[in-house]
């Protein structure tokens, strides 16, 4: 248990940092696919020079490589939907849809991983759900077609996040996989790429129009991208998909938290309710959780 108590602590630590990523994104001057980008190609290129630095492998074989291809293309189909369902819908109901992510890990973890679901975690799924749906104050009286569209994206935003942690979770958990690092650096930089590629279609640049913009997106790629995921995609594999989704469900709700420190979000006490129940359904449903065939 001991193990299992600190793959939770470094997960959770990652999910604090990734938190952070609307803050840098809010104040870096540039379209969100765009900081996606540099996020994307700045953490690759770190992590590779660490790779480099420590003579770690960076190959497996094509059948490897093909995994972390795929990761690659999830993540990008991720971000993809995901500027666009906040355009449609707002950030709120795009975090709370986007996060329904949860629910598909479980399904996973349930039919793939044959992952025993006990009533602690079903309570703390259940109550940091509700507890989202709290922070964002959703009014589904007021969808609209365009709504209609904006929930199809974050959905899909929540199934491609899905296809990613499965993906990445596989090849940590692969018998001869590659470091944190290789991995994490390889399929950054296939994805930095193939936003590119869609930046060029879109016709944006991505020039850098400020030094704020330029720490900012340096802060985005090392430490949400580099630090964050690394300590996530480290304790993956020792922990259940079902927690490994539930956990995460913290980055959305300290997003909130910083929107109101940093940018003055009007906050009632209905949102401190909420946040409060988000944080008290991920500790619910993380205690006394085992891994199978420990």
């Not at 630095?53 to 960076?58: A, F, H, K, N, P």
């Not at 199934?159 to 979770?169: C, E, P």
């Not at 590119?196 to 030094?211: A, C, H, M, R, V």
């Not at 998909?241 to 938290?257: D, N």
């Amino acid at each position: 248990m001991a193990d299992y108590s600190r793959n939770i602590i470094k997960i959770l630590i990652g999910a604090i940092i990734i938190s952070t990523s609307s803050v840098w994104v809010n104040i870096s001057e540039v379209a969100p696919s765009v900081s996606g980008f540099y996020r994307m190609f700045i953490g690759g290129v770190l992590l590779l020079i660490i790779c480099g630095v420590q003579r770690i492998e960076l190959w497996r074989g094509w059948r490897y490589f093909s995994w972390l291809f795929l990761a690659a293309v999830f993540f990008a189909f991720d971000l993809y939907f995901w500027h666009r369902s906040i355009f449609y819908i707002g950030p709120g109901l795009a975090t709370v849809l986007g996060n329904f992510q949860v629910f598909f890990m479980t399904l996973a973890g349930y039919l793939f991983f044959k992952e025993k679901i006990g009533i602690a975690f079903i309570i703390g799924l259940i109550v940091t759900i509700v507890g989202l749906f709290l922070l964002v104050g959703i009014n589904w009286s007021e969808l609209s077609t365009q709504y209609q569209t904006g929930v199809v994206f974050a959905l899909a935003t929540a199934i491609a996040y899905t296809g990613f942690m499965l993906s990445l979770r596989h090849v940590q958990s692969s018998k001869h996989s590659l470091s944190t690092f290789a991995n994490l650096g390889i399929m950054s930089i296939i994805c930095a790429s193939i936003m590119f590629l869609e930046l060029k279609f879109e016709g944006l640049n991505i020039d850098i129009p400020s030094t704020q913009s330029l720490v900012s997106l340096l802060i985005l790629g090392a430490g949400c991208q580099v630090v964050g995921w690394v300590l996530i995609t480290k304790s993956m594999p020792n922990l259940p998909a079902s927690i490994v989704g539930v956990v995460l469900l913290l980055q959305p709700a300290l997003s909130m938290v910083w929107d109101i420190i940093f940018f003055n979000r009007p906050t009632g006490m209905i949102d401190y309710i909420g946040l409060m129940m988000v944080l008290g359904g991920v500790y619910m449903a993380t205690l006394k959780k085992k891994i199978p065939n420990d």
